[in-house]
């Protein structure tokens, strides 16, 4: 007899069932995306308010990647001890109470303290989004499903791009582009009240009765044949303590499930964020320091957010057939080769080349960055999925958090530009060997059934078309 979590991963795919599932998740992750890309326009608006020195603009940026740090690691392990469907909800509504206040900020001091908030309960999203949506996707189309995820990014970063260059004429411009992305927002918390708590989880806390009746629902609801099923045991947890404990035991439990699978997990975070944020922070400011306007500066950005749309496509449509470590192992490089590219035309004076490459890495980025972020949310066990997540994305925020503070007070001023991102791209190429040779291929199995030792892509394609087929097209 299958347990439930198979029936789930068995499913027919139905856009009025998981598709709609992804769709609410993924609008999550494009605020996300939305806030993070606003943080490169709001730093020259805001230095030449508050009169901001170089490192002190870092701030800007710093402040709500930090907070999203700390909320990546909150919420990912709330969202495995009190369940997907309260955290889904939740850090949103944090996000946005946050980015109204600091839309009111009087001054500098006070608008890095409530940026951070609102990173905090930002920081949750993806690591709650993902888990939600992998634990609703079917195996075949899971892949798939959690890359197709990661096109709501660029839509939110093509946001962030498009409504702040149509707000440079406007009074207070700064204060009006947090307020426009709050407000769909808080329609999408309306929104999640009908999204379902994960089968998977429920089964993992001993909620029988619960996960039957979930697990019935999906079945009905897909069209699939009914049949008898058993409930997995619950996992046993020390719930002893309070967040910190709660937080520290999680920690403890994702190193101890396989230090090799975390370490390839925060190292590709680390070195792939560090490179994608570090552009995004400062490329408005980069190009205006090379003579652009600042509308023409905020216009060429969101070219480059724009062009990520088309690299999530790929991303789609290649991840089942070569596999998670092929798409990460040749994107991740490439991406980190042309934003050398960019530096070294750009410093040449060919800037129409320059913008070319810089559009060129915007695709690329997001190639890479979908695939890993479904890579790694497959590689644990439900019981640790969330966290696991949550803890590699942390990482990444922590240290990239220091980046934009870094990167305008020492490295580009003191290195240049071209060598800035050579040492960033040696980064990527040290963690995709090191993913090569220490973690195993996910692509095609089951979840929580993970072979350790697999490098092969999967062979037979024959089952993978229908939903991310749709997806792509979408």
Partial sequence: ??????I???????????????????????FDAWDVAL????????????????????????????????GAVAWGTVADRIGRKKAFS???????????LGALSPNIEIFLALRFLAGVGLGGCIPVDYAIVSEFSPKKQRGRVLAAMDGWWPIGTTLAGVSATLLVPVQGNWRWMLVLMILPALLLFWARRDVPESPLYLTRKGRDTEARQVIDDLVARTGATPEPYSIPDPVVEDKRGGALAAAADQLRRIWAFNPKV???????????MLVYYAALSWMPSILRAEGLGEVAAFATTTLMNGLGIVGVLIAVLVVERLGRKRVIGAAGPLAAATLVAFAVLLGAGAVSAAIVAMAAFGAF???????????????YPTELRASGFGWASSSSRAITGFAPLLFGSVLWPVLGLPL????????????????????????GQELDHITPGSNAAPSDQSDQSTPPTTIASS
């Fill in 1 to 6: 007899m299958r347990t439930g979590d198979q």
């Fill in 8 to 30: 789930v991963q068995d499913l027919p795919w139905r856009w009025s069932v998981q598709g709609k599932i992804f769709i609410i998740g993924g609008l999550g992750y494009m």
């Fill in 39 to 70: 943080n490169g326009f709001l730093t020259p608006l805001l230095g030449t308010e508050f009169g901001l020195s170089a490192g002190q603009k870092g701030l800007v940026a710093t402040a709500n990647l930090i907070g999203m740090a700390v």
């Fill in 90 to 100: 939740i850090t949103l509504l944090i996000f946005a109470l946050f980015s109204v």
């Fill in 262 to 272: 975390t370490a390839v997990a925060w190292s590709l975070f680390i070195s792939v």
């Fill in 365 to 379: 980025a997001l190639i890479v960055i979908p695939v890993m972020y479904a890579y790694v949310s497959e590689l």
């Fill in 420 to 443: 800035t991102f050579t040492l960033l791209g040696v980064l990527v190429v040290a963690a995709v060997v090191f993913m090569w040779r220490c973690a195993p291929e996910t692509a």
